[in-house]
Each structure stands twice: as C-alpha cells, then as structure tokens.
C-alpha cells in the first residue's frame, strides 16, 4: 500500500485517513467473498503502508523542491 499512500498524496488534500479506511476495509469485506480470510493485521498494515507512502512523498516533495529553489539561486 505504499504506492497508494503516494498516489493518494498526489491527488487529494485532506481526506487520505478516510480514503484509506474505506479503500482497505473494502478490501477486506471482498475478500470472504472471493474465498480469502479477513484479517485485522491487514487493515493495520496497510493503513501503515499508506502513511508510510504520505511520508515518503512528502520527503521527496520537499527534497525536490528545496533542490530546485537551490539551482534557481545560483
């Protein structure tokens, strides 16, 4: 769920912890009925996953951008 938390950052403003709960609980609900089991630890760690994708997003974003007001100085 990584790239999802990167996906999510780049496309929406404030609603990612709902976004993410409905998407992986959805997940969850599905898979009984495609003969899979359910488990919490899923929904745990993907909601980690997609913080864990926020996060790295936003170090990016932020390494990016203080790189290139760097070269516009110069």
């Known amino acids: 769920f990584i790239p999802y938390g990167v996906f999510i950052s780049k496309k929406v ?6 976004i993410f709960l409905f998407t ?6 599905w898979q009984p009925i495609v003969g899979r089991s359910f488990d919490v630890d899923d929904i745990i760690c993907g909601i ?10 936003k170090l ?15």
């Open 48 to 57: 980690i996953g997609c913080y864990i994708g926020v996060v790295l997003f």
């Open 24 to 29: 992986i609980i959805g997940i969850e609900i």
């Open 13 to 18: 403003g404030r609603k990612k912890l709902a």
């Open 60 to 74: 990016i974003n932020d390494f990016l951008g203080k790189k290139n007001k760097c070269n516009e100085k110069t």
